[in-house]
């Protein structure tokens, strides 16, 4: 198995892609606006991809909510963005925590019922005053650490109760740019005493199964490579100081922070500690020339991502998303957040409308790739945009958010009566659900549920389940 996550150029598989896959056997595929119809189009997409794939290979996809999102209405639920979650948090930490899961369940439902095994978020980034918006922005959850952790732990666990693998990003912090990584290298100059709230977020969260390398040179770090290119950066930052262990991606490798044919960037990346590297292109002759150099997974990345199969594997239980949606619609009524959808694309550089793709053409963390760009004097023609997942492995303790409502610390569903709302108050619409178009033998559904006696699962156990605020509403 190589050790890339390609992506493909368009609604169905070509002749000439699947005979690229079987051919390379890449460790997985990623999945765009671009390559998403309606769910009877995904659901044969995807099951098209799962027959030449390995066994071991994954499906990914950017799904984070807000305008991040390649599953949208009217097929699929519209979903808040982080910094609409994060606004319940500042009011409510309690209702905040509770309102990530749900919203990090339903994503997950959603996508593994579409066939995805893979889910690149949370972006557990820092929304620093100053920074480059669009690139960031309401990705973020909040500009303060602790409810970053807290808030990203908790989305992570939703996605994992649906049984799809998490990707934390961007490992070790995006949040800082004041330039766009798709479109430029972007240079950290603060000290390392400052970096260290960046950090945070992603050291409580470093049990997740999966982390998304950052395209950004920290001169603290090193001052000649960027994070995704560094030994140092992932040696002794991501692995070390963070006590990152499980599956580690690059961004997308076509994005223009980079320079270099993608190949030799895919072989820097690797050496440099990566597991797995992404080129989200979809151009089959790029593709092709990368898989043809690019090294076979490592032992220790196939256990990686082992590990992360099972870590999902042991936190899937029975969702009812109508249930779910119903509850995260009165939270976000409740305390003031609008409807589940971001209302304030407009208002963010670069933001997609909520039914067209993003006009710079930029790829996985929130653009399209498309590659059909120049890049400048780069010799390949393309522009892409950002982040992959990774698998997991045993670290010195599991992470648990910060939860002021309490914890369900055996990962089970809160107790308590499902409110039912008006549909109107949270755009939750019936009619915009996945369910009834399932992907056959995609759904989680039927699975064998996580019981309440069930013990805890050592390293691979995941995040804490946020009790249900008690009040009005909830």
């Known amino acids: 198995m190589k050790a890339a996550i390609i992506g493909i150029a368009g609604a169905s598989l070509s002749e000439a892609e699947a005979a690229l896959i079987g051919e390379h056997a890449p460790a997985g595929v990623i999945l765009f606006a671009r390559n998403v119809v309606d769910p009877a189009q995904l659901c044969a997409l995807t099951a098209a991809l799962r027959r030449v794939l390995g066994p071991q290979a994954v499906l990914m996809v950017d799904q984070e909510g807000g305008r991040v999102a390649r599953l949208r209405p009217p097929h699929w639920r519209a979903h808040p963005s982080a910094a609409r979650l994060g606004a319940v948090f500042a009011a409510d930490p309690s209702a905040g925590l509770r309102a990530a899961w749900l919203s990090g369940a339903l994503i997950g439902a959603e996508c593994a019922q579409a066939g995805f095994d893979v889910v690149a978020a949370p972006v557990l980034d820092l929304r620093w005053p100053g920074a480059h918006e669009g690139v960031v922005g309401d ?235 120049p890049r400048g004097n780069e010799p390949r023609g393309n522009a892409s945009g950002e982040e992959e997942p990774a698998g997991n492995e045993p670290r010195p303790s599991e992470p648990r958010p910060n939860e002021p409502g309490g914890d369900d610390s055996t990962g089970n569903e809160p107790q308590g009566n499902e409110p039912q709302v008006n549909q109107s108050q949270g755009n939750q619409s019936r009619g915009n659900q996945s369910r009834g178009n399932q992907c056959e033998g995609n759904e989680y559904q039927g699975k064998e549920p996580v019981r309440a006696d069930q013990p805890p699962n050592g390293p691979g156990e995941s995040p804490a389940v946020p009790d249900r605020p008690a009040g009005p509403g909830a």
């Open 139 to 373: 990705r973020a959850f909040a500009a303060d650490p602790e409810a970053v952790a807290a808030m990203g732990g908790a989305f992570a666990a939703g996605l994992l109760a649906a049984g799809v693998q998490p990707v934390a990003k961007h490992i070790p912090g995006h949040g800082r740019a004041r330039v766009d990584s798709h479109l430029a290298l972007p240079r950290i100059t603060e000290a390392e005493t400052d970096l260290a709230a960046d950090l945070l977020a992603f050291r409580r969260n470093a049990g997740l199964p999966w982390a998304m390398t950052a395209h950004i040179l920290y001169e603290a770090w090193d001052r000649d490579r960027p994070a995704s290119l560094s030994p140092v950066v992932i040696g002794e930052v991501i692995r070390g100081r963070i006590g990152f262990q499980g599956v580690l991606v690059s961004d997308d490798l076509a994005m223009r922070a980079l320079t270099g044919p993608p190949a030799m960037l895919a072989r820097s990346a690797l050496a440099a500690g990566c597991d797995l590297t992404a080129f989200c292109t979809g151009e089959v002759a790029a593709s092709a020339a990368l898989l043809a150099e690019c090294p076979q997974a490592t032992d220790a990345a196939a256990a990686r991502l082992a590990r992360a199969r099972a870590m999902a594997a042991a936190a899937r239980r029975e969702l009812d998303q109508d249930a779910l949606a119903d509850e995260l619609a009165a939270l976000l009524a409740r305390f003031g957040a609008g409807p589940a959808g971001d209302t304030a694309r407009a208002e963010v550089p670069g933001a997609k409308s909520p039914t067209g793709d993003d006009p710079t053409g930029n790829g996985p963390g929130g653009y399209e790739p498309r590659g059909n760009e």
